[in-house]
């Protein structure tokens, strides 16, 4: 059994922040062994990557949308792999989903990925 819940969506004004959460429940493998990675999809549009990290947290990828702006990290003792957003901007509205990967990397393909949470709406207003 495999959940990955996020949290922490909300509207926000432009410039403002947000910072989101996504709690990792696995059997028989520990949130250690998975990369985790950030994607989004806003309405009429496919998924993009957002941001990935290593099962360490030692290695972090970004999209160029975001980079500069969007943070990620992982505390592996609470299962959690965390979103800082600033500087948002309209075009970052869309649902955010977590995903976790079975690897030491992370990827930018979702197709990557194994594992695949509800998602969590972001929406910023201009």
């Known amino acids: 059994q495999v959940q990955l819940v996020e949290s922490g969506g909300g509207l926000v004004q432009a410039g403002g922040s947000l910072s989101l959460s996504c709690v990792a429940s696995f059997s028989g493998r520990s949130f250690a062994s998975y990369a985790m990675g950030w994607f989004r999809q806003a309405p009429g549009k496919e998924r993009d990557f957002v941001t990935a990290?290593?099962?360490?947290?030692?290695?972090?990828y970004y999209a160029d949308s975001v980079k500069g702006r969007f943070t990620i990290f992982r505390d592996n003792a609470k299962n959690t792999v965390y979103l800082q957003m600033n500087s948002l901007k309209p075009e970052d509205t869309a649902i955010y989903y977590c995903?976790?990967?079975?690897?030491?990397?992370?990827?930018?393909?979702?197709?990557?990925?194994?594992?695949w949470g509800q998602g969590t709406q972001v929406t910023v207003s201009s």
């Open positions: 995903a976790a990967k079975l690897d030491y990397s992370g990827s930018r393909f979702a197709y990557n990925y194994d594992y």
């Open positions: 990290i290593s099962w360490s947290g030692g290695n972090t």
